[in-house]
């Protein structure tokens, strides 16, 4: 079980699968969205993802046509973000789980915007844009 809870604990969920996937990604957008040199993002079933508490905080923006990033309108906390043509998927921003285990990164995409004043030494594929 995995549980985790904006900055100001307003949105609170589980996850009641298994991380399987970790991805490191360098992108410019990744970067603005969380406002750091990198995200971490791990692809989850929607339908074992449920929000205990703070639905009504959730606010979202469409960063492209079909990918909206979902952020508590208190905090400003990204929770995941979805896209519209794999309704089935979602991609939880993994700084915001408090429990439960996240595996090491799978592989990091997008390298080649990576911020030059930071190295990443982890034992990993690295891929110059997205692996899929």
Known sequence: MITGTCLCGGVQYTYAGEIRE??????DMCKRAQGTP???NAPIER???????????????????????????????????????????????VGTVTSG??????????????AKWLTLDLDCPQYKERKH
């Open 22 to 27: 970790l991805v490191v990604c360098h992108c």
């Open 47 to 93: 339908a074992a993802f449920r929000l205990l508490c703070g639905e009504d905080l959730l606010k979202a923006y469409f960063s492209s046509e079909k990918k909206k990033r979902v952020f508590c309108s208190n905090c400003g906390s990204p929770l995941y973000s979805e896209r519209t043509d794999l309704p089935e998927i979602i991609r939880l921003r």
């Open 38 to 40: 990198f995200a971490t």
């Open 101 to 114: 285990h996240i595996p090491q990164p799978s592989y990091q995409s997008f390298c080649d915007f990576s």
